[in-house]
């Protein structure tokens, strides 16, 4: 905390296991003050599972075996359940792809915006409410009075996701997380989140740990790029260089079969053969060998993360980094 | 579009879903979710239909299939009448047409093996058991499938493979079109490129034509000739793709490719801020005017009150823009 460049988040070694199967196996990242950092990968890479293990909320089966995983120097993994409540109600707080099902419908969101503050004893009913108008207000919520007298059914998806962020906002978190926050809306609305978001992080000073599978949002929005696969970082770096220079097999597959909008059309897309394999089925080594073009024998070993060549922070988990530019 | 009679000709397409209220559940309104569209989808040619969720595009899809009734307008295929003929004739002509759902996991029965999944369309249309399966093996080679899926289950298998047997599900009684509803947008970005890849394989190979109906529009940008953008019901803009991509004139469509985010993040970052606020209005309650004035950076003092037409906007595509196309006044 004294230390203004001290990261908000550190994640060393982690690895959450669902029965004897490591999903996540052996994740380390930070996020500083004020940054976006995104866990990108497809589904089965276990993005997810990092960020419910950071934030204490893994469902039953499964559980975070070893590692550390540190909020502002604390460590999370062995806190007790009734200190986690208290951290996650004030410095941590986290918004999920489908706001409509994460609300309460019962509920007027007003109330719900308004409830942190009330259940950590930080403000009485009143006082709480007022503050949950002006956040409502803050989210770019037209007539946030007479909205926050609403239910949710009565909002569009949208608005229920500003909605969610007033929540997660109110208590001024020194994390936000999101998971996919945007994949259920249209792409303006979309568009609209982003924006509010990155505004918010300006106002704030709010880091952001972003979970998601689309590379257009990575773009728009993160400072830091995880590419997650089979479980494990398997490319790090700043979001410039990631794009620039993919230097994992599997970064730069992935950049190439996204369609553009400009160039070519109609001509076969690039691809990547096969399809994430389930987690009883990972190769030992490097996970992605089963799918990569240039996996030679020697992908048996776990790869180490290397540093690739003139970018500092930007490293890669593959062992075979010379051979990258013979992917064309 | 091709001069010769197109495959699908769709005329002034109208679904409009009674509102009743109140005790006696009297007619209170309608909710017109197509209102008027028209398109035209010749064969071997890919027309994709894009918009935001509400805009009614899967409802117009659903009504060329026969899914919900069309209360108004017209659909011809290969010249005749859908609507009009018989339920006999109806059936027979919509054999021709096929579909593709987004979601592979709800739209495979769970009880039938990948071979029963396929060879479902078979049985209906009364092909004889020893034709059955000579044609599964076939479409399972055809869609990238081994002959050993035939006898798995669909939870067996990944989503890429699962929409590989929808794919050939609709391809089994050989049809012309195929409307695709979000055929990737439930699937992995790697096995995105795939199935669209497969998409495209097979038109070139059978001569399909494709209704494409998605939100993604650099998916659409890549594989479709030509671009339908819905607005509430109504068409915003229409045209070949490379017109509508590069020279968009309704503010619609602008914004629409403006909310794309770039995979790029020195170009998305240089971007101007996005600027369409708010959400779609109830189609149960339109804007008297264009139906996009709510919501419109750029409306003008006619907006409101008048509905624009389609204009020609100079770049081969047609704009619904009173702002931009003055001859888009009605009238």
Not at chain 1, 92 to 101: G, K, R, T
Not at chain 1, 174 to 185: G, H, K, N, Q
Not at chain 2, 158 to 172: C, E, N, P
Not at chain 2, 207 to 224: E, K, N, P, Q, T
Request: glycine share 10%; proline share 8%.
């Amino acid at each position: 905390m004294s230390d203004p460049a001290a990261p908000v988040l550190s994640v060393r070694d982690l690895v959450t296991r669902i029965g004897g199967n490591a999903v996540v196996d052996g994740v380390s990242f930070d996020v500083a003050p004020g940054e976006v950092v995104a866990l990108v990968g497809e589904s089965g890479s276990g993005k997810s599972l990092t960020a419910l293990s950071v934030m204490g909320l893994l469902p039953a089966a499964a559980r975070a075996a070893a590692g550390s995983v540190r909020l502002e120097g604390e460590e999370l993994l062995s806190a007790p359940e009734r200190r986690l409540r208290r951290i996650r109600g004030q410095s941590l707080s986290m918004i999920f792809q489908e706001p409509v099902a994460s609300l309460n419908p019962l509920m007027r969101v007003g109330e719900q915006v308004a409830e942190s503050l009330v259940v950590h004893g930080r403000a009485g009913r009143a006082e709480a409410q007022a503050r949950a108008v002006e956040m409502l207000a803050r989210v770019g919520i037209p007539d946030p009075a007479a909205r926050a007298r609403q239910y949710p059914a009565e909002l569009s998806g949208g608005m229920c996701q500003r909605v969610m962020i007033a929540c997660a906002l109110i208590s001024e978190p020194r994390l936000l997380i999101a998971d996919e926050p945007t994949t259920a809306l249209d792409v303006t609305i979309q568009a609209q989140i982003l924006t509010l978001m990155k505004r918010l992080r300006a106002d704030f000073g709010t880091a952001i740990l972003i979970i998601t599978h689309d590379m257009g949002v990575v773009a728009d929005i993160a400072d830091r790029v995880c590419v997650m696969y089979g479980g494990r970082i398997v490319e790090t770096g700043t979001a410039e260089e990631i794009f620039a220079r993919p230097s994992h097999p599997y970064t730069r597959l992935l950049l190439s079969t996204i369609p553009r909008l400009s160039g070519a059309r109609k001509e076969l897309l690039r691809s990547i053969e096969g399809s994430v394999p389930d987690v009883s089925d990972w190769p030992e080594g490097c996970r992605f060998r089963s799918r990569c073009p240039l996996a030679q024998e020697d992908c048996a070993q776990v790869p180490p993360h290397v540093p690739v060549a003139g970018q500092p922070g930007h490293t890669a988990a593959c062992l075979h980094l010379e051979r990258i530019g013979e992917m064309t | 579009m091709s001069a010769a009679t197109p495959l699908l000709r769709v005329e002034e397409l109208r679904v409009h879903f009674p509102l009743t209220g109140g005790f006696t559940g009297r007619r209170t309104g309608a909710v017109k979710a197509v209102d008027g569209v028209s398109l035209e989808i010749g064969p071997g040619e890919t027309v994709a239909l894009v918009g935001e969720s509400g805009c009614g595009k899967s409802t117009a899809g659903n009504a060329i299939l026969g899914l919900v009734r069309a209360t108004g307008g017209r659909i011809l295929f290969e010249g005749e009448d859908i609507l009009g003929a018989g339920p006999e004739r109806q059936r027979a002509l919509r054999r021709d047409m096929q579909v593709i759902f987004q979601d592979p996991v709800s739209a495979l029965n769970p009880k039938l093996t990948v071979g029963q999944c396929i060879a479902e369309p078979l049985v209906i249309a009364g092909r004889p058991k020893a034709a059955r399966a000579a044609r599964v093996a076939e479409l399972l080679e055809l869609v990238g499938l081994l002959p050993g899926h035939a006898g798995r289950y669909p939870n067996e298998l990944s989503g890429g493979q699962r929409q590989r047997v929808v794919i050939a599900r609709a391809l089994a009684l050989e049809p012309k079109l195929i409307i695709c509803d979000e055929p990737v947008s439930a699937l992995d970005v790697s096995i995105r490129s795939q199935i669209v890849n497969l998409l495209m394989r097979l038109q070139a190979e059978l001569g399909l034509s494709y209704l494409f109906i998605a939100h993604d529009l650099s998916v659409v940008r890549h594989i479709s000739d030509r671009v339908v953008v819905m607005y509430l019901g109504t068409v915003a803009e229409e045209g070949p793709t490379d017109a509508l991509f590069d020279h968009p004139t309704h503010p619609y469509t602008e914004a629409l490719l403006a909310a794309i985010p770039l995979p790029d993040p020195a170009a998305q970052r240089a971007k101007p801020p996005f600027a369409l606020e708010g959400d779609l209005p109830s189609p149960a309650n339109p804007p008297a005017g264009c139906p996009f004035v709510t919501r419109c950076p750029e409306r003008g003092p006619d907006c409101a009150a008048l509905r624009p037409v389609l204009a020609d906007t100079g770049h081969g595509s047609r704009a619904a823009c009173l702002v931009r196309l003055p001859a888009a006044r009605p009238g």
